[in-house]
Nanobody, 115 residues
Framework: QVQLVESGGGVVQAGGSLRLSCAAS????????MGWYQQRPGKQRELVSS???????NYADSVKSRFTISRDNAKNTVYLQMDSLKPEDTAIYYC?????????WGQGTQVIVSS
């Protein structure tokens, strides 16, 4: 079994920054892909960003140039640096990991951006 534990959410004013972390533990080697989804109130979960084990990254258009994803393969940890936050970034952010083709999810961490 694989567990993902997120941290770093909170409340911030528009224009501010937050850094999310997600550590994978359990029966896991370096996940092929790790990343983050966001779920806004009343909306479906949407991909924010992902990163492969080789460091290739992908971003949603809405966060390009504002968010930066990175990972530490030795620690099986993925990070999401969120800068220039906007009220529309308010959501629950879920970490995910692809381990041998199986997707695992974190419990979610709340991000609230006040205007």
């Amino acid at each position: 079994q694989v567990q993902l534990v997120e941290s770093g959410g909170g409340v911030v004013q528009a224009g501010g920054s937050l850094r999310l972390s997600c550590a994978a533990s359990g029966r896991v080697s370096s996940p092929t892909i790790m990343g983050w989804y966001q779920q806004r109130p009343g909306k479906q979960r949407e991909l924010v960003s992902s990163i492969t084990i080789g460091g290739n990254t992908n971003y949603a258009d809405s966060v390009k140039s504002r968010f930066t994803i990175s990972r530490d393969n030795a620690k099986n940890t993925v990070y999401l640096q969120m800068d220039s936050l906007k009220p529309e970034d308010t959501a629950i952010y879920y970490c995910y990991a692809n381990v041998y083709g199986r997707i695992y999810w974190g419990q979610g961490t709340q991000v609230i951006v006040s205007s």
